[in-house]
């Protein structure tokens, strides 16, 4: 694997977003846990099939031919993405949630009153409401694992609420609140032992970190292609199997088989031809920033997210040692630099004489753009005991640099000071 670090400047280069300017600044986009800018092939790529391919797929004629050819490479893209072997795995959506509703719902069908479905505390509503909505359906009960106050989740609770009566445990594979990565695989080997199956949200995972289907040991993992440099579309991965078995709400004609069989309507092809070069762009990160061949994509992918795990962990613990000196901050999950990979680069904050939305519209008067509430990790707020406010949320990706982080804690120590 090529150990050379992420050149950033060459990164910066490609996301024309990260040109827009604050008075005399240029706007640090610390926004990205709500969606990534994206570099300007994606925008390209998206534009050239409206333009040159524009067609249902199916057909005889040539851009219907083009068109089923980009979703079938752009199924490939996913299955070297997730770490799949089956482009047939690979389903595309709307968004995470919609294609979560639609699973859950299909799901529900085979579930017995009186059975169980573990969620836990530390997820994104997302990841949450689909299945509690499915289990009243079904007439099954809902166990929840609490997290612990460092924001990671109790494993021993789980060990009790995972038995006989689980018929799926659904758990995020990272925070999208307090950046903490889960346990999955032992989450995953307690729910096969009792026969259930288990659900990845990696939506908040998949812009940091590898994902890996089979060492999640996961039976369907779902993820956002635009929290990763790509357009607003979803992606689900399922054991082809189980995907095959399970029963899809679709029109009669449409397919009864593969991927396809879970399509709802028309697909929007145009953002999956940008998911595909959104994939593409990633895995020249993991060539030196040099075009990549195609056939190798799944190993420049692990050289990539390497790169950018190993950048932005750099840019964390720098972002975290700079909040900490300043007096009243409450940073939200785990600080300790040993703990560095149990946790990615988001950090949210509290303090208790300015409000997360007061934080949040200063940073944003100094063209620093966060986020402030709950971020939809509703469950998690209220244990941690920040309701109604919630916190402020600062993302960083790969395409950041130490001078930006420096600004933000600047800015901040800066609305932080007086009363």
Not at 151 to 169: M, Q
Not at 173 to 189: I, K, Q, R, W, Y
Request: proline content about 5%; aromatic content about 6%; some cysteine.
């Amino acid at each position: 694997m090529d150990h050379r670090p992420l050149d950033v400047a060459a990164v910066r280069n490609q996301f024309p977003g990260l040109l827009r300017q604050h008075g005399d600044q240029p706007v640090v986009f610390c926004d990205g846990p709500a969606g990534s800018q994206v570099p300007a092939r994606v925008a390209a790529a998206m534009a050239d099939y409206l333009l040159h391919q524009n067609a249902n797929h199916g057909g005889h004629f040539a851009t219907s031919i083009a068109t089923d050819a980009m979703v079938a490479e752009a199924r490939k893209a996913g299955a070297d993405l997730f770490g799949a072997d089956d482009p047939e795995e690979v389903v595309f959506g709307a968004n995470m949630t919609t294609l979560t509703f639609h699973l859950a719902h299909a799901l529900a069908r085979t579930w017995r009153r009186g059975e169980e479905i573990v969620v836990t505390d530390s997820d994104h509503d997302a990841n949450v409401t689909p299945w509690v909505r499915a289990a009243q359906s079904a007439g099954c009960t809902v166990r929840r694992i609490p997290v612990r106050p460092d924001t990671t989740l109790d494993l021993e609770v789980a060990r009790t609420l995972i038995g006989p009566r689980t018929r799926l445990v659904a758990l995020g594979a990272a925070s999208n609140l307090s950046g903490t990565v889960h346990p999955v695989a032992a989450c995953a080997e307690l729910a096969h032992r009792h026969g259930a199956l288990v659900f990845v949200d990696a939506v908040h995972y998949a812009a940091h970190l590898r994902m890996d289907v089979r060492s999640f040991d996961a039976d369907f993992v779902a993820c956002s292609a635009y929290k990763f440099c790509g357009p607003h579309l979803g992606l689900l991965w399922g054991r082809r199997p189980l995907l095959e078995e399970l029963e899809a709400d679709k029109v009669r004609p449409a397919a009864a088989h593969g991927a396809e069989k879970w399509q709802t309507g028309t697909a929007n092809f145009e953002a999956i031809a940008g998911f595909l070069a959104a994939v593409q762009y990633l895995a020249e990160l993991g060539h030196g920033n040099t075009p990549a061949p195609g056939s190798d994509r799944r190993r420049l992918l692990t050289a990539a997210f390497h790169r950018i795990a190993q950048h932005e962990r750099t840019l964390c613990q720098r972002l975290l040692q700079g909040l900490v000196r300043l007096p009243g901050l409450r940073i939200v999950g785990l600080t300790d630099p040993e703990r560095a990979q149990e946790r990615c680069s988001t950090v949210s904050l509290t303090h208790p004489h300015r409000t997360p939305d007061q934080l949040a519209r200063g940073l944003a008067a100094a063209g620093v753009y966060a986020w402030s509430g709950h971020s939809y990790a509703v469950a998690l707020v209220g244990a941690l005991g920040l309701l109604p406010d919630g916190v402020l949320r600062l993302g960083l990706l790969h395409y950041h640099t130490e001078a930006e982080v420096d600004r933000v804690v600047a800015t901040l120590g800066g609305l932080l000071q007086g009363p």
